[in-house]
């Protein structure tokens, strides 16, 4: 044999058990066994030297399998291809094909009550030529096929059937057993016994003379390449011709008929797909692996272009649907792909070593494409390197029951022996729900789930489990709603109180300034508004666009901004009390029944109310607990002084130690300089609505525009939502939620926010399909209901159009709604005049009934009426009333 050859024992050959024996066929056969094939490792040996693998038997404290040499048989020096046979009656029972058309056999057997199958004569071909294959039925399992190269007047395909001589061979005596230092296996090709000196049986001989003559011979003139059988169709043989054809006999009906051909380069190494009794594969010499289906033969159903193109070997997983694999003559690697299901791109790489190690690195080398009309590409995507052993292999071979075991024999004069597990990435999934699941090649595991997650495990703060569990306690388009699931602490909480007061305004007509619109819009749009339109619209409400007013109060002398645009901006930073002392007074009392008095003090001093700023804080320092620092505040406000250098000193010194922002700010504002109010601006323990609104009213207009940009760029980045004030819900505002939405994922919070506001941008569409599908990932049919029915009370531009129309089936007009209008009778003469035709109306008191329609109120024929309820059809119905019940 040119290359060496590995085969494993089939199931009924050597044991009952598993199959744990394989032969190394090359100048002689050798018989190994595998120590335990249910633990796959990388170990390996050599197949050249007696006398080292007898070292390697030595006993070793480790678990790993080991690969021993139970003998070797050197009968065949010509020896070109081999085949276990897999009846039970003829357990270690080989054939061999030899270069000159002899068909031989040898008996592998380890067991001392086997029966030596003495008295086995060749099958010899009338000229020499080279046997290229040789294959055993695997139903009808005494039935063998042989291909051998072309004869001018011989037959290239024969079928023998050889229960006659496995019969007859069973009787006679037991073979020994095998000494593991032994030169040879079983009988010798004389039918002679290993040792004693038993003659033939004479039924044995007669037997072995009477299948002499094939069971069916055919393939005239022309050369057999490779065989395979069909397992589900016993009596088929698929046939690789040597002039490029495959042919599929059918020995059923005529021993020399075909039954299907088609023309290939592709001929070689044949194998029916396991798993797929109409699925076959072969290889051509140029490399290109072909995938067929016998029902439909005449074109290949994958074709697969390898590198490096001299494949010697085919095989199909025997444990794994789909498996296919291939190992060429100058490689390393075993290459195997999924072809299971289509458009599966699934590929590995398992390269020959003795250490099974971690993947080094991924390499593209190893390429392969696929053109079918039926089957998508199939690509090897993955390749691992193993670190050891890289010399090229010649042969290897699929555990037949242990999954994904494959055994490997190096084409280099140490021939190493590898018996290794293929394995792959382990794929993981995460149910929407929580649990994980994992799997390997035949089972699926999963996560316990059952204990709860620790409150202040990772689980809990995921952002996706923040919005199942808000979308499952009502978190929607409601504001109101909204507010009342959110915890007093939570961040989102600002964002929807700022929500529903813009809410408000514009429910009030309250967000307008002239005929401009503002609703949804935060202080940069209204700001950035052109001034003319803004002159005018001030103009008509009869107040200047701009005006300087100085306010006296306790020495307290500050230049206030007012302006039609300013007052609209204070109303959306919810400072909507200027000029109004009654709505500023409210809403300082709201803040210290909140607790919030050190608030309410500033906000009352940047009112320049500093009598009140000091009522609050005395309210303050009264609380249980409070901080002993506000009533030295509320001393120290007391005393202001506008031209008092050393008071504004020592109130620098005491804003130092201040720890509450709105604190700092106070003593920053007092203190500050003319129109510099960085200090005030720059606090970011102030919420940001209280910084724009405190700009609005004492920057002037270059001022404030500087301020809104810079400090509109800054929340964008950060993501703050409490930027909304100032970019409200436009494109400034899309860009916030944005980046919001890429730091925390809550793509719930920013699809809620936009879905009230009408837009064209990508993004916002995005979000809310996004949450509309996470809400049906999580089977929450009922909230995403809600949600679709809400959204449409802001948006009805996607409204979807009339789905039933009603007809005439008469003269074909549809009957709609303005045809059904009471109006002036436009009858023809004699309609009577009383107004359109099939049109009924009451005539009592009270709001107008809806026309009801029993005729087409164009050529007054009756339209059709419902099977149920006998109403015409065209009928307005009325809207359903809540106290119906009913839908």
Not at 30 to 57: F, H, N
Not at 434 to 449: C, H, K, L, R
Not at 544 to 552: V, Y
Request: proline share 5%.
């Amino acid at each position: 044999m040119s290359r060496r050859r590995v085969l494993w024992a089939p199931p009924s050959s050597l044991s009952s058990a598993a199959p744990s024996h394989f032969i190394v066929a090359h100048t002689d056969i050798r018989l190994y066994e595998v120590s335990d094939v249910t633990r796959p490792t990388s170990s390996s040996i050599s197949a050249r030297s007696v006398s080292a693998l007898q070292q390697q038997q030595q006993p070793q404290q480790s678990q790993q399998s080991q690969i021993s040499l139970v003998g070797v048989n050197s009968d065949f020096p010509l020896m070109r291809c081999a085949a276990w046979c897999e009846s039970p009656d003829a357990r270690g029972l080989l054939a061999v094909g030899q270069m000159n058309g002899h068909v031989g056999f040898a008996t592998l057997s380890t067991e001392t009550d086997a029966p030596r199958l003495s008295g086995f004569r060749d099958f010899e071909a009338r000229y020499d030529r080279a046997c290229n294959a040789v294959a055993w039925n695997p139903v009808y399992t005494t039935q063998l096929a042989a291909g051998l190269d072309r004869g001018r007047t011989d037959y290239s395909l024969r079928v023998w059937d050889v229960a006659s001589m496995i019969a007859a061979a069973a009787v006679t005596t037991s073979a020994s057993a095998l000494n593991p230092a032994a030169t040879y296996v079983g009988a010798n090709r004389s039918g002679l016994p290993s040792s004693g000196s038993t003659t033939k049986s004479t039924a044995a001989t007669i037997a072995a003379r009477a299948v002499e003559k094939p069971l069916a011979e055919t393939c005239n003139n022309d050369a057999v390449q490779s065989l395979a059988w069909m397992a589900t169709s016993p009596s088929c043989l698929l046939v690789g011709g040597g002039s490029k054809w495959l042919r599929i006999y059918d020995f059923r009906a005529d021993v020399s008929g075909r039954l299907l051909t088609t023309s290939t380069k592709a001929v070689l190494g044949v194998a029916v797909n396991p798993f797929n009794a109409f699925q076959f594969a072969s290889f051509s010499p140029e490399g290109a692996v072909k995938v067929w289906d016998s029902r439909r033969f005449t074109d290949a159903v994958l074709s697969l272009n390898v590198e490096p193109k001299n494949i010697s070997d085919l095989l199909w997983c025997p444990t794994r649907s789909g498996l296919l694999s291939s190992v060429s003559a100058s490689s390393s690697e075993v290459l195997l792909w999924d072809i299971k299901s289509v458009g599966s791109n699934v590929a590995l790489a398992l390269s020959n070593s003795s250490a099974l190690a971690e993947a080094t690195a991924f390499f593209g080398a190893a390429t392969a494409e696929a053109t079918s009309d039926s089957f998508s590409a199939v690509t090897v995507a993955k390749a691992w390197r193993f670190q050891n052993n890289t010399a090229p292999l010649a042969s290897f071979a699929w555990h037949p029951t242990q999954p994904n075991s494959l055994l490997t024999v190096s084409d280099n004069a140490n021939a190493a022996l590898e018996y290794n597990r293929v394995t792959e990435a382990v794929s993981l999934a995460w149910s929407p729900q929580g649990p994980i699941t994992w799997g390997n090649e035949t089972s699926v595991y999963q996560a316990d789930s059952s204990s709860e997650p620790k409150s202040n495990s990772a689980y809990t703060t995921d952002a996706s489990f923040a919005i199942r569990s808000r979308a499952i306690a009502g978190y929607g388009v409601d504001i109101l709603t909204n507010l009342e699931l959110l915890s007093p602490t939570d961040p989102l909480l600002p964002v929807w109180s700022w929500m529903h007061h813009v809410s408000m305004l514009s429910k009030k007509g309250k967000a307008q300034v002239g005929k401009l619109d503002f609703s949804l819009q935060g202080v940069k749009a209204v700001m950035a508004a052109e001034s003319k339109l803004f002159a005018a619209a001030s103009s008509a409400q009869g107040a200047n666009s701009t005006t300087i007013a100085a306010t006296h109060d306790m020495n307290l002398s500050f230049q206030v901004y007012h302006s039609a645009q300013r007052k609209l901006a204070l109303k959306i930073c919810d400072w909507g009390f200027e000029r109004d002392r009654d709505t500023l007074e409210n809403a300082l009392r709201k803040l210290e029944g909140e607790d919030e008095h050190e608030r309410a003090s500033a906000i009352a001093l940047f009112h320049l109310d500093i009598r009140r700023a000091i009522q609050s804080l005395n309210a303050g320092a009264q609380r249980p607990g409070a901080d002993s620092n506000l009533t030295l505040v509320a001393m120290a406000l007391a005393g202001y002084a506008e031209k008092n250098a050393l008071w504004k000193e020592m109130c620098g010194h005491l804003r130092s130690r201040l720890q509450h922002p709105y604190l700092r700010a106070a003593f920053a504002f007092l203190t500050a300089e003319p129109a510099e109010f960085s200090e005030v601006l720059e606090e970011r323990g102030v919420s940001l609505a209280d910084r724009v609104g405190f700009a609005c009213r004492f920057l002037n207009d270059s001022q404030l525009t500087q301020f809104a940009t810079r400090l509109t760029a800054q929340v964008t980045k950060e993501g703050n939502l409490d930027g909304l004030v100032l970019t409200g819900l436009t494109g400034e505002g899309i860009d916030l939620l944005e980046q919001y939405v890429n730091m925390t994922g809550d793509v719930q919070t920013a699809c809620l926010l936009m879905v009230r506001k009408k837009t064209t941008d990508a993004r916002a569409r995005q979000w809310t399909e996004s949450y509309r599908d996470l809400l049906d990932m999580w089977q929450l049919w009922h909230e995403r209901a809600l949600f679709d029915v809400a959204r449409r009370l802001f948006d009805d531009s996607n409204k979807p159009p009339q789905q039933v129309f009603v007809r005439c089936n008469m003269c074909n007009i549809s009957v709609s709604r303005s045809m059904l209008t009471v109006g002036p009778s436009r009858d023809r003469p004699g309609a009577g005049g009383s107004g359109m035709h099939g049109v009924t109306t009451g005539m009592t008191a009270g709001p107008p009934s809806k026309p009801k329609v029993t005729s087409c109120p164009s050529c007054r024929k009756a339209l059709p009426r419902c099977a149920l309820c006998l109403i015409p059809l065209g009928t307005s119905s009325a809207a359903p009333s809540v106290s119906d019940g009913t839908f």
